[in-house]
Every structure is written in structure tokens, then in C-alpha cells.
């Protein structure tokens, strides 16, 4: 049976290789790949990561090979991308404590949970894509955290780039508010892979936020708790790392690799790598 794949993308801007990486994986094999963002608007990729030229600062070099950045633009242009599905119509969102009729609108939260999670059922995994998009509306998005929820409570694989793993950092259930990377081994953006000045996003002209506005490394350190761990991998050419349900990869060079563990995981059983 075909295997599918959701892959979320942010509006903001997402990095190119770290979509064209799983999804050259996904395409060799033939699986359905579904694409979604958080108000159903086309994804586009950053400009930086569709030009060979550009140096990373942290890395002092080009991340992009020329091939890359061809494979990015074609996909970006292609039309492929152009009617992702549209979370916010889709997943639902927890309510106010203080709306009117708290109790029945939490009724209907739960009714549209466990619809939600039968619609899934024909996925077999879900990717967030990373790139400093991510950080405006996918990672404290609660729809988000409902689908990676859903998808974990499964068994199903859940699998995160570069600041798409904040997303399973800020995924909680309600009821001890624990991280569902709690006591697990992960992968993101290490601290030292962080930029100084010039973090942008697509839609936002002339913003230059400066550095992050939040290390990843000191979050996902203190999501996986005392009997979890976050591997960075600093000084090491890929760091990616699955500890089932999870599949996370560090950022833009682990893309390629990380779209091959997944493919791993889903056909081979695959349940351990990196650690």
C-alpha cells in the first residue's frame, strides 16, 4: 500500500533544502505527500536558501549547492505547492477557559479531536519543515500541536527539522503539561549554529529580527527532561537522530539524511538511529 505523508509548512518562509531533502526521499518511493499550512496560503521558500552565494554566518560558508537551489526553485514555481491543505480548518483549537459556554465549546473541542484522528488514519507520518518561518506560525500553533498529538498517540512516526521541532517541544497534553519529547532523544538548531543578526521572514518586509528570538538548543534541552537528551552534534556534519515516534534533524545539511531515516522507519522498522 502507498504510504502518505503530511508535510506542514510555515507561510513565513520555509528552507529549501529542508523540504526538497525528505521530500526527494518521499518521491523515490513513490508516497503520496499532502502538504498543509496553518491558513491554507501557498508556502514559498526563503530566498537565501535558493542561492548558491549566500554564506551562512555561523558556518562561514555556502549551505546550498547549485543543485539544490535549482531543485528549490523548481518546486517553488512548479505549482505543486499551490493548494496545501488549510490547518486552521481542519485541527482544532482548544478554547478560552473564560468563553461563553466553556464546558459545551470543551465538549466540542473533544468531538473535533477524535474527528481529527480518524482523518489522519490514512497517514502513516508527519514532517515539519524548518527555516526561521516556523518560528511566527508553527511553533506555538496549538492545530500544530493537535496533528503531531494525534499522530503520536498513533504510533505513527513524527518527524522535525531545524525549528520545526520546537513544535514537539510546546506539544503537551493538557492534563500535566509535559513535553511530548519528555524523557526522548532529539535533534534541532544547536545554539552555536545560531545567527547573530539577520533572522527574516517571507511577508515581512525589511524585518530583520536580529538573532532568534529563542535558542532551540535550551528549549529542547529542557523539554526531554532529565531522562531524555538533546544531541546537537556541533562539529559533526549531520546530527539526526530518531528515537521512535521521532524523527529530528538539526538543519539544513541533515535534510537529505533525515527524509532517508524517515523512509527507514516506515519500511524497514527502523527505531533507533544517532544515539
Not at 35 to 45: D, E, I, R, W
Not at 89 to 97: G, V
Not at 193 to 211: A, E, I
Not at 242 to 269: H, M, N, W, Y
Request: a negative charge; proline letters at 9%.
Amino acid at each position: 500500500m502507498t504510504k502518505r505523508v503530511l508535510v506542514i509548512l510555515s507561510e513565513f518562509g520555509y528552507w529549501g533544502e529542508e523540504l526538497v531533502g525528505p521530500l526527494s526521499a518521499f518521491d523515490e518511493r513513490g508516497y503520496d505527500v499532502v502538504f498543509a499550512t496553518p491558513t491554507g496560503k501557498q508556502p514559498h521558500a526563503l530566498p537565501p536558501s535558493m542561492d548558491p552565494d549566500y554564506v551562512d554566518p555561523p558556518l562561514g560558508r555556502s549551505v546550498t549547492t547549485p543543485e539544490v537551489a535549482k531543485l528549490t526553485r523548481d518546486l517553488d514555481e512548479s505549482g505543486r505547492l499551490a493548494n496545501p491543505l488549510n490547518l486552521s480548518a481542519w485541527a482544532p483549537e482548544r478554547p478560552y477557559t473564560s468563553s461563553p459556554d466553556y464546558l459545551r465549546r470543551l465538549e466540542s473541542y473533544h468531538r473535533a479531536v477524535a474527528k481529527l484522528e480518524a482523518e489522519l488514519v490514512p497517514y502513516d507520518a508527519v514532517l515539519i519543515v524548518g527555516g526561521s518561518g516556523p518560528i511566527v506560525d508553527l511553533a506555538n500553533n496549538e492545530r500544530v500541536h493537535e496533528i503531531v498529538l494525534a499522530f503520536a498517540r498513533a504510533g505513527k512516526p513524527v518527524a522535525a527539522e531545524c525549528y520545526g521541532v520546537a513544535c514537539l517541544a510546546f506539544a503537551r497534553d493538557w492534563e500535566d503539561r509535559k513535553s511530548i519529547i519528555w524523557g526522548k532523544r532529539v535533534t534541532g538548531h544547536c545554539k552555536e549554529y545560531d545567527y547573530k543578526d539577520g533572522t527574516g521572514f517571507l511577508g515581512v518586509p525589511d524585518f530583520n529580527m536580529g538573532p532568534p528570538p529563542y535558542p532551540l538548543e535550551y528549549i529542547l534541552r529542557d523539554a526531554t527532561g532529565p531522562e531524555g537528551r538533546y544531541i546537537g552534534n556541533f562539529g559533526r556534519e549531520t546530527s539526526v537522530i530518531v528515537d521512535f515516534p521521532f524523527v529530528t534533524g538539526r538543519s539544513t545539511p541533515d535534510s537529505f539524511l533525515t527524509g532517508q531515516k524517515i523512509v527507514e522507519v516506515l519500511e524497514g522498522g527502523l527505531r533507533r538511529f544517532g544515539w
